[in-house]
T-cell receptor, first 112, second 109 residues
Framework: NAGVTQTPKFQVLKTGQSMTLQCAQDMNHEYMSWYRQDPGMGLRLIHYSVGAGITDQGEVPNGYNVSRSTTEDFPLRLLSAAPSQTSVYFC???????????FGDGTRLSIL | GQNIDQPTEMTATEGAIVQINCTYQTSGFNGLFWYQQHAGEAPTFLSYNVLDGLEEKGRFSSFLSRSKGYSYLLLKELQMKDSASYLCAVRDTGVALIFGKGTTLSVSS
């Protein structure tokens, strides 16, 4: 099992560009989530999903879209990148929302 | 509002015991998690408390008092590899986790 796989690991974008961060898990987990981690801010929840076809907003959803068409995949879309979205993005999954989450290795995103 | 407080930094020496505190104020409570995160890496799960009391896992223990909105992570027999950030996270009323800002622990020889 690969666990939670995030691609790409690093990305540099220009302001205004759009991009999709990929997240896939092979553990048949129902719950998946996206966080961003900024220095001094801790992990903040962007969006989450409790199952295919169901998504909900977290603490900082503005500027991001998600979809969950399959159990395995939970992509995060930046519609029009802004320098304030420079961050490390982590995807996580768990069997249900009530169990410990497994994190991917992260995507380090810089927006110029 | 939702608030989780942890000390920003702590230092300790190899072989010692260290206690990392976490206090929380959330709209509800459905469990508290501790994660470890080494620099440049992903967080990994350490422990989970939903009832009051102590949970022990080898060198690591975690305590919860729901009436006080308080938890601590106890690390015994510290090793250099324990140098990392320790994240406290609370699940309030739903399934979403609220994370504290983390405590960076530095272990010296």
């Amino acid at each position: 099992n690969a666990g939670v796989t995030q691609t790409p690991k690093f990305q540099v974008l220009k302001t205004g560009q759009s991009m999709t961060l990929q997240c896939a898990q092979d553990m048949n987990h129902e719950y998946m989530s996206w966080y961003r981690q900024d220095p001094g801010m801790g992990l903040r929840l962007i969006h989450y999903s409790v199952g295919a076809g169901i998504t909900d907003q977290g603490e900082v959803p503005n500027g991001y879209n998600v979809s969950r068409s399959t159990t395995e995949d939970f992509p995060l879309r930046l519609l029009s990148a802004a320098p304030s979205q420079t961050s490390v993005y982590f995807c996580a999954s768990s069997p249900t929302g009530k169990q410990p989450q497994h994190f991917g290795d992260g995507t380090r995103l810089s927006i110029l | 509002g939702q608030n989780i407080d942890q000390p920003t930094e702590m230092t300790a020496t190899e072989g010692a015991i260290v206690q990392i505190n976490c206090t929380y104020q959330t709209s509800g409570f459905n469990g508290l998690f501790w994660y470890q995160q080494h620099a440049g890496e992903a967080p990994t799960f350490l422990s989970y408390n939903v009832l009051d009391g102590l949970e022990e896992k080898g060198r690591f223990s975690s305590f919860l008092s729901r009436s006080k909105g308080y938890s601590y992570l106890l690390l015994k027999e510290l090793q250099m590899k324990d140098s990392a950030s320790y994240l406290c996270a609370v699940r309030d009323t739903g399934v979403a986790l609220i994370f504290g800002k983390g405590t960076t622990l530095s272990v010296s020889s």
